[in-house]
Structure formats: structure tokens, C-alpha cells
């Protein structure tokens, strides 16, 4: 397994408070990795971090061996590293066509209808709602918009954070069928979720954070299995 | 008689029939669960009754009188709290200030003074579990911590009828479990409650009867376990993993104090 994304000693905060400490994480080309832990533990400040929006005050970043370190947003985007934000954040009075097409504000090639066609087939769900304005959207189907305009950006890698995040449950299992789907055609997923089954049910691998530090990462199944994990996350 | 009475409640946006012919009624001691599809409907009937939308059609009455159409607050101060599932406290006060804030402007009769205003927080925030945090300024708080916030800011406002939308969106299952107890907590104190949740494990655990609103109707009503096993909620709802994830395992049998995992 060559590695896609390599994360090295990596700590972050804002102003001068630290919240993430020497934080090690590798990620294979198409694995699906979870991440998760307690609210607070820092999981959406570690995306910040990767995504260049949270300073990094020490440690290292490489995406396909390219260092991104210090690396504006938009340049870490074009590199493949795609950030899918908590809450969908969508433009709500644009467009959901609008929005969808906005992911590929970076990009300038030829492909981006293409893109957009192909992308589509992951959403039926918005075939019919393309001119609808995002905010008028039920919230699995922001949801939806939101991963789609990530990947107008042709991530190599795509990190979501807590798709599930007030959703029926019945929304939940569609957006995470969309999700697998992703990862089965070749994207590599680094998934944050509060369900924690869920989440590592359909993981290759986790890692587990805890006051900002990797307390613990190995194969999904066995970090289910493992009693510190079952007792700190699901209350069993 | 009820504590609170909706009668054919209806509500359109535009075209759009947000809310058709809904009734149910309240009675003090309840914890009402309103589930349902996202778009179903839920916050805009919290809306409705916290009088934030004014019905078009319909009537919702508290205790003998009808509410309808009454201003937010003349509401709020009837003795009707509520949370928002965004939660937006005041960015430059401390935890115990925000509280406060309920207390005096949202209670039935005369004015707290400032220092009875902060006593009267102090009290909510311990049921709510956030006493120790009060001096904290809310910039500090953890997500499940702004929820608890958001509870304790009704709760100051010393409501007969609580209505919580989504408290416990985007917690683990283990904070989950804490911010039930806090809910307990609040039914003992003699609360009553309706709250909107996609939490399974919050409307088994908390509620005593389960509404299920769908495409602006009420699709189903009555005691939560009965609500969660009936196929239409299923269907429009649950989803087929939920309703698998339920059923025991045919082999070995569950042992006690198992099963309780999603």
C-alpha cells in the first residue's frame, strides 16, 4: 500500500490555543478511513488543519508525497484534497446546479461537464432539482449537494465531516451507500462521524482522537471490537 | 384537560402545504417525540405552537385558551420554552449571563432583578449539568455543552411546556446517553416536553408517546416501541437497517444487559 496521504507530528489550534498535539495519520490511494472520537476531541479541527483553514504551528502535511504545509486552501484543493464541511455550508440562495458547478471553481479543463453528468449519477435524488435553490432542499439533499460539489474538485481524497448530522434515519443509510459508492469507484474517504457503528462498519481503518492526540488506530472491525472503544463510544 | 391542544392544524409556504390537519394533544407529565422524515414538517410545527408562524388554519390551545396568532413572547411567557437547533447564544457572555438572560426576560410577571436573574441561572445550569462551566465564556463550549446551554436558557424562563428541536444532533452515543439523563431531569422537575429528534435511542428512552409526521401529516401516534416497529414508519423513516439492526439475533439468545448497541 503506497501512501496517499501522510500526516506527521501535525499540531494546530487557534490563536494560541492548541487543540491538536503531534497528530500521526497515513491513508492509503482509495482506502476509506473513520475518524472519530468525542465532541471536542478536535476530528473538524484536524480537517481544518489538513484543508490549510486552521494554522498549523508545527509538523507536516504530504498528499501523494507533495508537501502541503502552509499551502493556501484553494492551492491544497487543487492538489486533490477535497474538504466536505459540517453543516453542508451550501451557497442556500444559489442553485443547486450552481453549487454543484462552484466545486470546480479551480478547475480548467474540458472535463468539468463531463464531471458534472458523472457526478449526477450518484444523486438521482437531484436530477429533478438541479434549479432549485440549495436552501430550499431537504437536509439529506444538502447533504447530497454538499459531496457533490466536493467532488466537482476530482478529489483524490475526500474528507466529510459528519454527513449523518440530523438526518432521518432512513437519509443517513442513502448518504452512506453514496459514500461507499465514492470510495468503491477509486476515491480515498476520510469520514468523521458521530456513529461510531456506522462509521466503522464501513471503514477500512479508524483512528481514534482524544484531547486533540491519536489515543488509538488500527482495522475497523477490531477497533469495534475493542472494549475501550465500545465503552468510550457506544456506552457498552 | 390537556395542557396544550392542536386541532386540524395547518400551514402553507407559497404552494407548499408545510403542515395538514394536524392535531394531538399534551397532557401534563408527557415527553411528546415528533419524528419524521427531513421537510416533514417538525420545526415548522414547533414554529406554529412557539408562535414564530401564525397557523392559517386550525387552533392550538393552552390549557383553556386559544394561543393562536399571540406574539412569541406573550407565548414564551405563558409558560411555553423552547430551544433552536441552531443555537445562538450571545457571543460575548459567559455561560451563566446567557442563561440569565431567560430568566429575565422570559418569565410570566414581574421583572427579576439582575442578581435574582443570575441565581435563578445558577439553578437551571446544575440541572442541566453545564454548574461547573457557568463562568466559562460560550465561545468555550463544546458542541453537546451549546446544547445544554440552549436547554438551560428555556429552562430559566421557568416553562410549564419545554419544546426542544434536534438537542441531541451530532452527539456520540455516549454523550447521548448524558444528555438524556439531563432531559430525565427535567421531565422529574415536573416539565413537560415535546422535543424533535432523530435519535431512536432518545424517543425509546425518553418519550412516552412518539408522533410521526410525514409530508406535513401525521403518519402514525402512540407509544414509541408500538411507532418504531409499524411498516409505514419504516418505510418512510426508519429504513430497512434500522428495522434489521432491531430484531434480536436468531442464535445464541441475548444475554442481559446486551442489546443495547444500535
Known amino acids: 500500500m503506497s501512501s496517499l496521504l501522510r500526516v506527521e507530528k501535525l499540531t494546530a489550534g487557534y490563536g494560541m490555543t492548541p487543540v491538536l498535539f503531534e497528530v500521526d495519520l497515513e491513508l492509503a490511494s482509495g482506502e476509506l478511513i473513520a475518524l472519530i472520537g468525542a465532541n471536542g476531541a478536535g476530528k473538524s479541527t484536524l480537517l481544518g488543519a489538513l484543508s490549510g483553514l486552521v494554522r498549523v504551528s508545527s509538523g507536516t502535511v504530504r498528499l501523494a508525497d507533495r508537501l502541503l504545509t502552509g499551502l493556501r486552501p484553494e492551492m491544497i484543493v487543487a492538489s486533490g484534497m477535497v474538504h466536505v464541511p459540517q453543516g453542508r455550508r451550501l451557497f442556500s440562495t444559489m442553485t443547486v446546479e450552481r453549487n454543484l458547478l462552484l466545486g470546480a471553481y479551480r478547475r480548467h479543463d474540458r472535463q468539468v461537464r463531463a464531471d458534472f453528468e458523472r457526478i449526477l449519477g450518484y444523486f438521482p435524488a437531484l436530477a429533478n432539482k438541479l434549479d432549485r435553490e440549495a436552501g430550499t432542499l431537504s437536509g439529506g439533499e444538502q447533504q447530497m449537494v454538499a459531496i457533490g460539489r ?7 481524497l ?10 432521518a434515519p432512513n437519509i443517513v443509510d442513502r448518504v452512506m451507500e453514496i459514500v461507499k459508492a465514492i470510495n468503491k469507484d477509486g476515491t480515498a474517504v476520510l469520514l468523521v462521524e458521530q456513529d461510531v457503528v456506522l462509521a466503522l462498519d464501513m471503514a477500512d481503518r479508524g ?7 491519536i489515543a488509538m488506530s488500527g482495522p475497523a472491525a477490531e477497533l469495534r471490537r475493542d472494549p475501550a472503544v465500545r465503552k468510550a463510544y457506544l456506552g457498552v | 384537560m390537556s395542557l396544550l391542544a392542536l386541532r386540524d392544524l395547518g400551514k402553507r409556504f407559497g404552494g407548499v402545504n408545510a403542515l395538514t390537519d ?5 397532557d401534563q407529565g408527557d415527553v411528546l417525540g415528533i419524528i419524521g422524515p427531513n421537510g416533514a414538517g417538525k420545526t415548522t410545527l414547533l414554529n406554529c405552537i412557539s408562535g414564530l408562524y401564525t397557523p392559517d388554519t386550525g387552533d392550538i390551545r393552552w390549557e383553556a385558551a386559544s394561543i393562536r396568532g399571540l406574539a412569541p413572547y406573550r407565548i414564551a411567557r405563558l409558560g411555553i420554552g423552547r430551544t433552536f437547533q441552531i443555537v445562538r447564544p450571545f457571543p460575548s457572555m459567559t455561560v ?7 430568566a429575565l426576560f422570559g418569565r410570566p410577571g414581574a421583572r427579576l432583578q439582575p442578581g435574582a436573574a443570575l441565581k435563578e441561572a445558577d439553578t437551571v445550569l446544575d440541572v442541566v449539568g453545564l454548574g461547573e462551566k457557568r463562568n466559562y465564556p460560550v465561545l468555550r463550549l463544546t458542541v453537546p455543552d451549546r446544547k445544554r446551554l440552549e436547554v438551560a436558557r428555556g429552562l430559566a424562563m421557568r416553562p410549564r411546556l419545554l419544546l426542544l428541536d434536534e438537542v441531541m444532533a451530532g452527539l456520540n452515543q455516549v454523550e447521548v446517553e448524558l444528555a438524556l439523563e439531563m432531559v430525565r431531569r427535567v421531565r422529574d422537575s415536573g416539565v413537560t416536553i415535546v422535543l424533535i429528534e432523530h435519535v ?9 408517546r412518539a408522533l ?12 414509541p416501541a408500538d411507532v418504531l416497529k409499524d411498516p409505514r414508519v419504516i418505510e418512510a423513516y426508519l429504513g430497512q437497517r434500522y428495522a434489521r439492526d432491531q430484531e434480536p439475533p436468531p442464535y445464541p439468545p441475548p444475554q442481559a444487559g446486551e442489546g443495547n448497541e444500535k
Open chain 2, 212 to 223: 410521526v409526521l410525514n409530508f406535513g401529516r401525521t403518519l402514525v401516534e402512540g407509544p
Open chain 1, 158 to 167: 475526500l474528507m466529510i465531516d459528519e454527513p449523518s448530522l440530523g438526518l
Open chain 1, 150 to 156: 466536493g467532488l466537482m474538485a476530482r478529489p483524490t
Open chain 2, 22 to 26: 394536524v392535531s394531538f394533544a399534551v
Open chain 2, 96 to 102: 451563566r449571563e446567557n442563561t440569565a438572560m431567560g
Open chain 1, 207 to 213: 483512528y481514534v482522537l482524544e484531547n486533540g492526540r
Open chain 2, 200 to 208: 431512536m435511542k432518545v424517543i425509546v428512552g425518553v418519550c412516552s
